[in-house]
């Protein structure tokens, strides 16, 4: 699954750095994760980075982009041009 920021968020602006895919930008009133560029970070860290720094823990599974890890892993292999 993707992750999503829910409305909890403060702006505190310490989770888009942390994203290796840029998959984090700040949105109308929050910040926001695509959906197409968020795989948890499988192929970069063992963690999702933007929960680890989140002071208000506001970064749940969305569960509206349900994916298993092997198409977490096909997806970063897609951003970042690496071959399996």
Known sequence: MALIITDECINCDV???ECPNNAISQGEE???IDPNLCTQCVGHYDEPQCQQVCPVD???LDPAHQET?????QKYLIITG???
């Open 15 to 17: 989770c888009e750095p």
């Open 30 to 32: 929050i910040y926001v």
């Open 58 to 60: 506001c970064i749940p």
């Open 69 to 73: 890890h092997d198409e977490l892993y």
């Open 82 to 84: 690496k071959s399996a």
